[in-house]
């Protein structure tokens, strides 16, 4: 994918390069430093108050649907299996389409893997945990909104936290590497574990079905 030019957000030839001016716009590419002038520079504080604005009506929607699927799920017995990996799901994507989407695109591209995944884990992991305690009737409903306000607020301050520390040129933090490696092998330990589990489950079934064959 081409670089962008940071005012006029037109891609940048991939020849000829590298360039001092737009070839459209022909607006300066770099700052008086001389560094390299991206579009989060610009924008910034422009995508921090739409995000803002954005927060405040996604939360205040949302919290309220998530609390009445809430009240829903103990009504579903076993269905709640079904739904509790469906709010999650659907949290996941609102978050990813509604209120983050925009900021995603102003970040280069190791910062965009790391918010990505750690984001996902912590929906899995947070999500799953507090969605599922919907099953209790009533105090689970406002268990699942306080569930969706958390990972909501979570996401947001991180994503803007990402932006100010991409605007100023800085690395990604240890903490954010930390976070990342701990949630990835704790999700392949409960996997391997659920995997084993599954496996054990499956062949007393078929020693017991074999016993009582004979």
């Known amino acids: 994918m081409a670089t962008p030019c940071p005012w006029c957000l037109e891609?940048?030839?991939r020849?000829?390069?590298?360039?001092?001016?737009?070839?459209?716009?022909?607006?300066?590419?770099?700052?008086?430093?001389?560094?390299?002038?991206?579009?989060i520079d610009l924008r910034f504080l422009l995508l921090r108050d739409a995000q803002e604005a954005q927060f405040s009506r996604f939360l205040s929607i949302g919290t309220g649907v998530?609390?009445?699927?809430?009240?829903?799920?103990?009504?579903?017995?076993?269905?709640?299996?079904?739904?509790?990996?469906?709010?999650v799901i659907c949290h996941l994507m609102a978050v990813r389409f509604f209120l983050i989407r925009d900021a995603?695109?102003?970040?280069?591209?190791?910062?965009?893997?790391?918010?990505?995944?750690?984001t996902r884990l912590s929906f899995l992991w947070i999500g799953s945990i507090g969605y599922g305690f919907?099953?209790?009737p009533v105090v689970g409903a406002?268990?699942?909104?306080?569930?969706?306000a958390g990972l909501t607020w979570?996401?947001?301050?991180?994503?803007?936290?990402?932006?100010?520390?991409?605007?100023?040129?800085?690395?990604?933090?240890?903490?954010?590497?930390a976070v990342l490696v701990l949630l990835a092998v704790a999700t392949v330990v409960i996997l391997a574990v659920v995997v084993v589990l599954t496996a054990a489950v499956g062949w007393s079934f078929a020693q017991i079905m074999e016993y009582v064959g004979n």
């Open 134 to 136: 919907a099953v209790i």
């Open 154 to 177: 979570l996401v947001h301050n991180y994503v803007l936290w990402s932006l100010e520390r991409e605007a100023e040129r800085m690395p990604l933090a240890r903490w954010e590497k």
């Open 66 to 87: 998530a609390a009445a699927v809430g009240l829903v799920v103990p009504l579903a017995h076993f269905g709640a299996a079904v739904l509790i990996p469906l709010m």
């Open 11 to 13: 891609p940048l030839p």
């Open 142 to 148: 406002a268990l699942a909104a306080a569930t969706f």
């Open 15 to 39: 020849s000829g390069g590298p360039f001092v001016h737009c070839p459209k716009c022909c607006k300066s590419l770099t700052d008086d430093d001389g560094r390299e002038l991206r579009a």
């Open 104 to 118: 995603g695109r102003y970040v280069g591209p190791a910062r965009r893997l790391f918010s990505r995944w750690i």
